[in-house]
């Protein structure tokens, strides 16, 4: 049987929902679960060739968001000659764990509270995807620190757009991040 002193201490440090108990953690602790990072990889999608982000289309030459393997932005001309010719899916493997630690890294410092490991997946997911700096100066971060009263869900949605554009690919990411924040569920969508 649990003592007074324990379970006081459970209970200050877990979310209830409405079929179970979670246990929170400090940010700075956490790293993603297995179950993130295939949902990122499936999101991301391996790719050899290098590619244009926005399009999807090949690229033979170095443009702005040229961008190769999981999602891995090609940072200039030089970085682009070393990838060309392409990559296997181990370089693709180590420059997703090499992007992702600084996305780790910024929701591990700018979340102030404690999570449970979907919410701090579901952050993870988010800010690889909108980048560290929209994520750092973001609506989602406020209210999850206590400084905005917004709604969370309608502050996860602004980040649909793409040069502009609603993308129907951004409204089924934020919905599957969402997802994953909430209910713990890791489904593509």
């Not at 990838?83 to 410092?109: C, M, P």
Request: aromatic content about 12%; proline content about 3%.
């Amino acid at each position: 049987m649990l003592t007074l002193n324990e379970i006081n201490s459970f209970r200050a440090n877990a979310r209830y929902t409405r079929y179970q108990c979670i246990k929170l953690s400090p940010p700075k602790f956490m790293k993603p679960s297995p179950s993130c990072l295939r949902l990122m990889k499936s999101y991301e999608q391996l790719r050899t060739q290098p590619y244009d982000d926005q399009t999807g289309r090949s690229v033979i030459n170095y443009c702005s968001g040229a961008t190769i393997g999981y999602g891995h932005l090609i940072k200039d001309r030089n970085e682009f000659e070393k990838y060309r010719q392409g990559i296997n899916e181990s370089t693709a493997d180590s420059l997703f764990e090499s992007d992702l630690y600084k996305y780790i890294h910024g929701v591990r410092t700018d979340v102030l509270v404690d999570l449970t490991q979907n919410e701090f997946d579901a952050l993870v997911i988010m800010a690889f995807n909108i980048g560290k700096n929209a994520f750092k100066h973001s609506t989602v971060l406020e209210i999850i620190n206590g400084r905005n009263t917004k709604n969370l869900r309608d502050a996860w949605n602004q980040f649909r757009y793409s040069q502009g554009k609603v993308m129907k690919g951004l409204i089924n990411r934020r919905a599957c991040e969402m997802n994953v924040f909430f209910d713990g569920v890791y489904k593509k969508i």
